[in-house]
């Protein structure tokens, strides 16, 4: 059964309205809560929408008023909130969630109440939300801030940087280990769940992938004229390791065909989702095989569209973007949007290969239509030029600050001249501060979550943390001008 607030609050709840802040703290959760509560108290209907579209995510096409009692809508808007707006892992926000006096006040609950949030139970809720669903919440909120800043969309500013993947450097060698690894562990768990024979001696058979791996490091490093030959060979011990592993999983599956009819439903179930994993590392394993050998062995050199740099993570891109200290990076490019209030009014994962100059006008037609034409300054840097862009961009706003790459002609420098260019530019490197917000306060720098759904959501809860963050800002300044003013008059 699944509410939008608790149902019956006890005599001892602090009501959301009367929750006090202090003001004058500087702790990320502060801004988070004042801005859910001026929703809350203020801006009724539109909570109503955000719990609203929690609903159709957590409920779905489920009977709503049957089962078991779990969160209420507004207690995971609560917790994803904090997730990202403060940076916490599921541990940290799971003890703060069960300890912390103001944070469960907004949640409804009761200083007297024992109510816990395990680990799991934050889990399961905030990844049962979809990327979408957070985007929509997050544009209610962004609606709101525009209500106390009018003229945010005045000008906005843009630029990109690299969310990275959760993944480790990707030689040849280590790509190579793991799927060895997940080979080995999966066919163990197929094998034991299905009393299979062949893997009696699973963790001898992992000790000797890593011995391999080990023998191309320690080659690696040494000196000397026979160097290359020597990786070949180590390189090509592996790869029939590798092969040899490969086979003996494939073999597994096998005898658990001739066998699966005979277990019973579940443990059908439970092997077939191992299978499926199992023919993934399979695969993967044979394909950075066929990979190693050709680089090392064959010495060919292997065109970037056809590399892989996870087996977990195997939506991951190489980027080289040349800046220090991370020249190279592994994930995928964020294009993000602000505006002149601080609000992240757009922000997405750039498709496969996208650049910055394939991208602008598309997101500025969709932006300029969503808000209803009220863009008037759009600023960016020298990546987003083509003689194109600027064209059409100038169809898009009244004013496109987009700097030429190369040499200038005499019109275009003139262009580039003036007053608004030259003050929109200097405003326009405050999206450098913006990223770095997000990085190092909002945990956008490496994902923790897996998989691209999870790539996805993860950037959804960043933007709607630093959302939040933006608007209870907003809030505490004219809090604590007003407490000033009533400082004044007291001491007058």
Known sequence: MRTAFIPQQSLFTTPINEIEF???????????????????????????????????????????????????????????????????????????????????????IDPLDLKRYPKSTIHDNICSLSAQTIDAITDLIVREGHSLRPNALDKVRGDS????????????????????????????????????????????????????????????KRRGKNKEDQMKIEYENMIEYSE????????????????RDQANPFVQQKSDEIVSSLLHFIGGTDYVASLARRRVIEGEKIANGEKIF???????????????????????????????????????????????DKV???VMRSLQNRFNGKIGIA???????????????????????????????????????????????????????????????????????????GYERYLALGLLGRNLQTLGTILLEKERERKRKQRLQALI
Request: proline fraction near 2%.
């Open 22 to 108: 202090d003001v004058f703290s500087r702790h990320e959760l502060v801004p988070i809560l004042m801005a859910l509560q001026y929703l809350y108290v203020n801006r009724e209907e539109t909570v109503r929408k955000i719990c609203k579209l929690i609903e159709s995510d957590m409920v779905g096409d489920k009977s709503k008023i049957s089962g078991r009692i779990g969160l209420t809508q507004w207690e995971t808007l609560v917790l994803a909130s904090c997730r990202l707006g403060c940076n916490l892992d599921y541990d940290q926000l799971s003890d703060l969630s069960s300890n912390h006096i103001k944070l469960r006040a907004m949640m409804g």
């Open 161 to 220: 940087y690299v969310l990275q993947k959760n993944i480790h450097y990707p030689t040849d060698r280590n790509l190579l280990l793991d799927g060895i690894r997940k080979v080995i562990e999966l066919s163990y768990n197929l094998a034991n769940e299905n009393e299979l024979p062949g893997w009696r001696q699973h963790e001898y058979l992992k000790r000797k992938a890593r011995e391999h791996k080990r023998a191309i490091d320690r080659t690696s």
């Open 244 to 259: 040899t592993i490969a086979e003996k999983g494939v073999d597994t599956i096998k005898q658990y065909q001739a066998v």
């Open 310 to 356: 996870s087996l977990f993570e195997t939506d991951t891109e190489l980027i080289n973007r040349g800046k220090e200290p991370n020249p190279i990076e592994f994930g995928h490019r964020i294009f993000l949007i602000q505006d002149s209030a601080g609000f992240i009014i757009y922000g997405s994962a750039m498709g496969r290969g996208a650049t910055d």
């Open 360 to 362: 602008l006008i598309e």
């Open 379 to 453: 600023t960016f840097d020298k990546g987003f030029w083509s003689k194109n862009n600027f064209d059409e961009l100038s169809k898009i706003v009244d004013t496109p600050v987009l700097p030429k790459k190369g040499k200038r002609s005499e019109s275009e420098a003139e262009r580039e001249g003036t007053k608004v260019f030259g003050q929109s530019r200097k405003w326009h490197s405050g999206v450098e501060s913006a990223i770095h917000a997000l990085t190092k306060g909002n945990g956008l720098d490496v994902c923790r979550d897996q998989g691209m759904s």
